[in-house]
């Protein structure tokens, strides 16, 4: 095994081992305090920090030199992933594992007025889907193909728009101030749709985009599909997570309505 392919399997395997075991740390540290955690948050964590080593593997890295296997790449790092770990709370898990001392400041982080407007969902959708604009429709596309440390940040901003807008839209995790459903919903298709226009563009003009690429004009259509489609999948597993979430807050508040109202009747 090369030292480049070493270092490959190396860098995938590192950045989904430490956040899994940053996490499992954090659930370990729950349990011995005698509290639980849900095994579904863990499971989503999990395979979030799987689908980000499968995307950095070298086998990926290498189809993603084609422009289908980049869709295909930046599909699971921009939302397959994101969405995964965002789904397992990490916030929330962060917070019960701190003690109060350390729990304080995180928690004035999170009710800053910057952090409330960096995780609207409406910046969350200009970084991820605006990023992608400026991806494909200057020649940063070309250029991350050619310098390793471009590549390597394409891959972070991805990564990190992903989880903003999954976070800002569907997470479990508590955010100050977050928009109604309505408003979240409204920037999920305000975003698909302009992923879907960006996915038309490169197909149209196939061979001529990206920039300064050289790429054939049959290989970009084919990844403008892959986007298209896949894109679509992950806006509607976006909006699922959602609705499972404001369904769950209803059917809680429901419960504990209930209950409050039995109690109630049993002290009447």
């Keep these: 095994m090369s030292g480049a392919l070493a270092a490959g399997w ?3 395997g590192g950045a989904a081992a430490l956040p899994a075991w940053l996490y499992l740390t954090g659930v370990r540290i729950r349990a011995d305090g005698g509290r639980g955690w849900p095994p579904g948050r863990t499971a989503a964590w999990l395979l979030g ?3 980000t080593g499968v995307a950095l593997a070298p086998p990926l890295e290498a189809a993603a030199a084609g422009a289908s296997g980049h869709m295909v790449q930046h599909l699971l790092l921009g939302a397959a992933a994101p969405l995964a770990l965002v789904l397992g709370a990490p ?6 594992a701190l003690g109060p001392a350390a729990r304080r400041p995180v928690a004035a982080v999170l009710h800053a ?5 960096l995780t609207h969902p409406v910046t969350g959708a200009v970084l991820a889907v605006g990023g992608l604009y400026l991806l494909y429709l200057t020649p940063l596309y070309a250029l991350s193909t050619r310098s390793g440390p471009v590549h390597a940040l394409v891959h972070v901003h991805l990564l990190a728009a992903g989880c903003l807008f999954a976070w800002a839209v569907a997470g479990p995790d508590p955010a100050p101030r977050r928009p109604g459903t309505g408003t979240r ?4 298709v305000a975003a698909g749709g302009a992923h879907a226009v960006l996915a038309q563009l490169l197909y149209a003009r196939a061979g001529e985009l990206p920039p300064g690429a050289g790429l054939a004009a049959g290989e970009v259509e084919a990844a403008a599909q892959v986007m298209y489609h896949g894109g679509h999948l992950a806006d509607l597993a976006l909006l699922v997570a959602l609705f ?3 369904y769950r807050r209803r059917w809680w508040s429901a419960a504990r309505a209930g209950a409050a109202a039995d109690g109630r009747l049993l002290t009447s």
């Design 244 to 246: 499972a979430a404001v």
């Design 91 to 96: 916030v929330t898990l962060l917070l019960g």
């Design 49 to 51: 920090c799987l689908l």
């Design 10 to 12: 190396l860098l995938a």
């Design 185 to 188: 919903v409204a920037v999920v």
């Design 113 to 117: 007025r910057a952090t409330r407007a």
